[in-house]
């Protein structure tokens, strides 16, 4: 009798242990996309100034520019969602890295130091963001693999868990850069 | 490159002055050493014989000789310090003309238990030889590190007193190149810290232990625990690119390294057996393999800042 209690009382704190890890893990992964989000409104922050900065030099890139201001008035929506976000940052990133790549037509603008400043946020928010991005994929890899694993994947199927899909880059960003076709461009 | 022939007249004349120094200390040692060994036999010859003046001469040799080592041991030491500050000193800059070394500074005690890669306060420390100087837009210095730590057992006839090494090596820190709030440690992967770190994260019970940051290059985590207050910004520090160099870095050596970065600065400790940039007494200095164990190791170190790539400063950080 007592033997039965024991093994009743330790399965139940097995099933409460997995139970509230579950819990954990998924939370964790809704934290990791928050931390993404906060690191994209840093970014989205610094268009203004950078538009600002450079159109002062850049007489011949307006439409490059007037993409760069529609695509961060899209991002400021409040009502987005997660993959929106994702895809106007991917978007936004290609334009200011097109841009980045016509500074070396104004020497004017390379030497202003209040954009040297920008871009060295710039970079960092990339670095930042690449950092949480990482995150976020860990922590959606730790609760997947809690979630499919015995015997966290019986617990996890009576919670209605799915497995969540990592972030990746798009397909076009997966090619080598050839310099020849950036300069071509 | 390291050999003497390399050395211009002026660190030449140097080493022939620290040469005359180092045979004369060497004779005296040696004169010392004979009074005070022939002391030894004389006194069991006349405990032997029982014969009191023959004691009394073989006490006096051999106190006299062990004084004679003591009064010596300043002009010994002057000797040493003059090697480190005026050849090892000229010597370093052939390397970069920044470099300077400061024999008697060290990592302060406070700075090796702030860089945190140590989990005891050492209860015996000792530190020298602090190396610094510029490497490119980056700052540096490494010092040579001796630190144990005791632990007390309670035993039938008392407490017993065993001393254990912490860490013996050089410890070099660096201003990095980039910023960062939080604190990361990566350290050598030790024995069942995957079982423990399965147990912090899958039972709640565990769960106050640092937070283990679990990372992408399989090589890298196969040879260390990383453990960061903010798992985004230890994976800002730790690219992919800076992961694959510390696994390089850590290849080059024979002991595995240990990394932290906390406030802005990275600290590595290379743990080592030798201790360098010691003058030889009963060896001639004029050989060609003087420096070289203490040149490699100052330029293994300089290399540090290349392999991390850490005069690359374009995150906002000059």
Redesign the interface.
């Known amino acids: 009798m007592i033997i039965a209690l024991i093994i009743i009382i330790v399965i139940a704190v097995i099933c409460i242990s997995i139970y509230n890890s579950l819990i954990a893990k998924k939370n964790q992964t809704d934290n990791a996309f928050a931390a993404i989000d906060v690191m994209l409104k840093k970014r989205f922050d610094l268009l203004p100034n950078l538009v600002e900065t450079v159109k002062k030099y850049m007489q011949y890139e307006g439409d490059l520019l007037t993409k760069i201001v529609s695509l961060r008035s899209r991002a400021s929506n409040p009502g987005l969602s997660n993959e929106e976000k994702l895809s106007i940052d991917q978007e936004l990133s290609r334009e200011v890295k097109g841009l980045m790549v016509n500074v070396e037509n104004y020497p004017n603008l390379k030497a202003d130091q209040s954009f040297l400043n920008l871009q060295n946020t710039w970079t960092e928010s990339e670095e930042q963001i690449a950092a949480a991005r990482r995150n976020y994929n860990a922590a959606i890899t730790d609760y997947n693999n809690a979630i499919m694993m015995f015997p966290g994947s019986i617990i996890a199927g009576m919670m209605n868990y799915t497995p969540k899909t990592v972030l990746s880059i798009p397909e076009t960003e997966r090619n080598n850069i050839s310099a020849k076709d950036l300069f071509n461009s | 490159m390291d050999s003497i022939s390399h050395l211009d007249p002026a660190t030449m004349e140097v080493l022939t002055a620290l040469e005359a120094s180092r045979i004369s200390l060497r004779k005296k040692r040696v004169i010392h050493l004979a009074i005070c060994f022939t002391g030894i036999p004389i006194a069991i010859i006349g405990f032997t014989f029982t014969t009191l003046p023959v004691i009394a001469i073989g006490i006096i040799c051999f106190f006299a000789g062990l004084i004679s080592i003591s009064v010596n041991l300043g002009a010994v030491d002057q000797y040493r310090l003059d090697f480190k500050q005026k050849l090892i000193a000229q010597a370093i800059k052939m390397i970069d003309q920044s470099l300077e070394i400061d024999p008697k500074r060290g990592l302060s005690q406070d700075e090796f238990f702030g860089s945190l890669l140590f989990k005891k306060k050492p209860d015996k420390y000792m530190s020298e030889d602090r190396v610094s100087g510029n490497a490119g837009k980056t700052k540096f210095s490494f010092s040579e590190v001796q630190a144990q730590y005791k632990e007390l057992t309670i035993t039938k006839k008392g407490t017993q007193e065993t001393w254990h090494e912490l860490f013996c090596g050089v410890i070099f820190k660096a201003d990095f190149n980039?910023n960062f709030k939080e604190l990361t440690v990566v350290q050598p992967k030790a024995f069942g810290s995957d079982v423990a770190e399965w147990f912090g994260?899958?039972?709640?019970?565990f769960s106050g232990a640092k937070e283990r940051?679990?990372?992408?290059n399989p090589e890298f985590e196969k040879n260390f625990a990383t453990y960061s207050s903010d798992?985004?910004?230890s994976?800002?520090i730790l690219?992919p690119l800076m992961m694959e160099s510390i696994c390089r870095l850590n290849d080059r050596c024979k002991d595995s390294i240990s990394l932290s970065f906390v406030g802005n600065i990275i600290t590595i400790a290379f743990p080592l057996t030798r201790n360098y940039f010691e003058a030889p007494l009963f060896e001639s200095l004029m050989t060609d393999d003087l420096m070289k164990e203490d040149l490699n190791l100052v330029r293994h170190i300089y290399q540090v800042i290349e392999t991390l790539d850490l005069n690359t400063r374009?995150?906002?950080k000059d």
């Open positions: 980039k994260s899958n039972t709640p019970f940051v679990r990372l992408e798992q985004i910004e994976r800002y690219t374009i995150w906002g």
